[in-house]
């Protein structure tokens, strides 16, 4: 059974995301969904983004200055890629409108007895991000450790390394993961991995002064909030 970072998302934004497929998969027209596709698509990553970027920020106590730091970040790589995609979409072909079809039910998963991890973060519908058993496996670790003896300042470089590790592969494989299915040229993805990296930058240096600085309970409330986004799924 492979491992998945969780992302909870809303019952809108999942209900659409299933009709969307299903609309697509029935018509696989050229030119028929652009709109709907396109903003089906961001609806997706923004949402993913949002809870990892920006709902770290608020278990991290960041403060106004920093949120607004990373929230630019995210929105350059928004703002790329839905200039991009609203160009490319227009040219799918009906395979490759098949191909997003499966991309995008691979993430969108409606809560069930496999993903009851969803019950405790209140949603009916999450995104599943594949994580290599490495990543996932070091994680559950540091948390068994925090959870052991989760004394300030001990762990701050190996959380801010750990952290960095869960939003690189979320950004990457929704992001770029939408740029391979769209067929963005190289321009494109290096503008994309640009909007990436900037928001990776400005994550990456402020947890960097804030873990240091967590307390016991914070420390604790972190690893709960983590430990709830890594599970097994039986596919």
């Known amino acids: 059974m492979p491992y998945y970072l969780i992302c909870p998302i809303s019952h809108e934004i999942g209900s659409q995301s299933l009709n969307l497929i299903e609309i697509v998969r029935t018509h696989p027209v050229k030119g028929l969904h652009n709109d709907i596709i396109h903003d089906g698509l961001l609806d997706v990553a923004d949402a993913a983004m949002e809870f990892y970027f920006m709902d770290s920020m608020e278990i991290l106590n960041a403060n106004a200055f920093f949120k607004k730091l990373v929230r630019i970040g995210i929105s350059t790589a928004h703002g790329i890629i839905s200039s991009i995609s609203n160009k490319l979409i227009k040219q799918l072909e009906p395979d490759q409108l098949l191909d997003v079809a499966d991309w995008a039910e691979n993430i969108v998963r409606p809560m069930s007895e496999k993903i009851n991890v969803a019950k405790e973060l209140k949603a009916t519908y999450v995104l599943a991000c594949p994580l290599s058993n490495e990543i996932a496996t070091e994680m559950k670790e540091l948390i068994r450790i925090i959870q052991h003896d989760p004394r300030k300042g001990i762990y701050a470089e190996k959380i801010h390394d750990t952290v960095l590790s869960f939003s690189s592969v979320a950004m990457n494989y929704y992001y770029l993961g939408m740029a391979d299915i769209l067929k963005l040229g190289s321009f494109g993805r290096k503008l994309i991995a640009a909007g990436i990296k900037t928001a990776e930058g400005l994550l990456s240096s402020l947890s ?25 799924i039986k596919d």
């Open 208 to 232: 960097r002064r804030i873990f240091k600085n967590l307390d016991s309970g914070q420390l604790l409330k972190l690893t709960d909030w983590t430990e709830k986004m890594v599970l097994l």
